[in-house]
């Protein structure tokens, strides 16, 4: 049963540092796309940061939003199908439920972005940020 399980959440102050982690599991394909989305209250799941469809043992694309560039950083975990986040200089705007997705289409470039392309989710861990 393909399952994805974050962690790392919490409540931090504006400049803090936080790192979510994520463990794929229940599936046999090493050819898939993965990535982090975040939902604030009263607002949509967006794309934050994604690696495009390619083999875990390759050279994998990273992409951002822009409002992640330059702060989060998306990394491949020692441990199998496993992708961390490093979240960086984390301001109140960062404050959502922060969800993992994956899928197995052939997604290039941006389109891991795309919350309409993921065909499983996590439950999400929840990061808030204030002072």
């Known amino acids: 049963q393909l399952q994805l399980v974050e962690s790392g959440g919490g409540l931090v102050q504006p400049g803090e540092s936080l790192r979510l982690s994520c463990k794929a599991s229940?599936?046999?394909?090493?050819?898939?796309?993965i990535g982090w989305f975040r939902q604030a209250p009263g607002k949509g799941r967006t794309g934050v940061s994604c690696?495009?469809?390619?083999?875990?043992?390759?050279?994998?694309?990273?992409y951002y939003a822009d409002s992640a560039k330059g702060r989060f950083t998306i990394s491949r975990g020692d441990a199998e199908n496993t992708v961390h986040l490093q979240m960086d200089n984390l301001k109140p705007e960062d404050t959502a439920t922060y969800y993992c997705?994956?899928?197995?289409?052939?997604?290039?470039?941006?389109?891991?972005?795309?919350?309409?392309?993921?065909?499983?989710w996590g439950e999400g861990t929840l990061v808030g940020v204030s002072s």
């Open positions: 997705g994956i899928a197995f289409q052939k997604l290039v470039g941006t389109r891991c972005l795309h919350v309409h392309n993921m065909a499983a």
């Open positions: 229940g599936f046999t394909s090493d050819y898939y796309a």
């Open positions: 690696f495009e469809t390619c083999s875990s043992s390759g050279y994998c694309g990273a």
